[in-house]
C-alpha cells in the first residue's frame, strides 16, 4: 500500500534562511507526487506536483521539489523563506494509475522566525 | 468565485445529534472526495465520486456516515448519532478526471465540533 512520511512535525527557520521540508513516499506504482500547503482554517493549496518527465519540479512562491526514484524522496524546497510561508505543508502520493486518488503524509508546521 | 464551496464552515453539535454537511465542486469537475482532517494530522480519505456514482469508500466511513452526490453536482455528508470522536475538519475536494495527474481543489472545510 502507498504511504507517506514526512520527517519532522516541526521545522523552524529564519527569515531569509533555506526551506527545506523533507517527504519520503512508498508506492507500488509509479508514484505521481504532490506538496500541498495549508494556512489556518482553510483548505488546502497546490505548491507543486510530479508526474512525469523532469524530475525537479518548480511550483508556486517559490517552491520546488526534486524527485528523487533511488532514495523514494520529493523533498520540497525554498531559497529564502519569508514569514508569508508560516503555514503547514502535506506531501501527498497517488495510489493508483493515473494519479488520481491520494495518500497524505502528516504534515509538518513550518514556522519563520524574524 | 469559482472554487470549491463547503457549507456551512462550523457546526457545533451534541452527541447523538445527527448533521449534514454540503460540498460544491468546481463546475466542471467531474470526481469529488470527501476527507477528514484531525488536529495535526493529514487528510485521510473518507470516499469518492465520479459523476453520481460513489466508486470508493474508506474503512474510516463506519455505518453511520453517509455520502451523496445525486446529479453528479453537489454533495452532501451526512453523519448519524454523532460521537465526540466525529469532531473533525471535514474536508472536500473535486479534480478533473483525465489524463495523469490532476490535482484535487479542495475546499476550505467544515469543522465539525461534538459536545
Known amino acids: 500500500a502507498q504511504s507517506v512520511t514526512q520527517l519532522g512535525s516541526h521545522v523552524s527557520v529564519s527569515e531569509g534562511a533555506l526551506v527545506l521540508l523533507r517527504c519520503n513516499y512508498s508506492s507500488s506504482v509509479p508514484p505521481y507526487l504532490f506538496w500541498y500547503v495549508q494556512y489556518p482554517n482553510q483548505g488546502l493549496q497546490l505548491l507543486l506536483k510530479y508526474t512525469t518527465g523532469a524530475t525537479l519540479v518548480k511550483g508556486i512562491n517559490g517552491f520546488e521539489a526534486e524527485f528523487k526514484k533511488s532514495e523514494t524522496s520529493f523533498h520540497l524546497t525554498k531559497p529564502s523563506a519569508h514569514m508569508s510561508d508560516a503555514a503547514e505543508y502535506f506531501c501527498a502520493v497517488s495510489v493508483d494509475n493515473y494519479g488520481q486518488n491520494f495518500v497524505f503524509g502528516p504534515g509538518t508546521r513550518l514556522s519563520v522566525l524574524p | 468565485d469559482t472554487g470549491v464551496s463547503q457549507n456551512p464552515r462550523h457546526k457545533i453539535t451534541k452527541r447523538g445529534q445527527n448533521v449534514t454537511f454540503r460540498c460544491d465542486p468546481i463546475?466542471?469537475?467531474?470526481?469529488l472526495y470527501w476527507y477528514r482532517q484531525t488536529l495535526g494530522q493529514g487528510p485521510e480519505f473518507l470516499t469518492y465520486?465520479?459523476?453520481?456514482?460513489?466508486?470508493?469508500k474508506s474503512r474510516l466511513l463506519s455505518d453511520r456516515f453517509s455520502a451523496e452526490r445525486p446529479k453528479g453536482s453537489f454533495s452532501t455528508l451526512e453523519i448519524q448519532r454523532t460521537e465526540q470522536g466525529d469532531s473533525a475538519m471535514y474536508l472536500c475536494?473535486?479534480?478533473?478526471?483525465?489524463?495523469?495527474?490532476?490535482?484535487?481543489?479542495f475546499g476550505p472545510g467544515t469543522r465539525l465540533t461534538v459536545t
Open positions: 463546475s466542471e469537475h467531474n470526481r
Open positions: 465520486f465520479q459523476n453520481e456514482a460513489q466508486l470508493e
Open positions: 475536494a473535486s479534480s478533473l478526471i483525465g489524463g495523469i495527474g490532476y490535482e484535487q481543489y
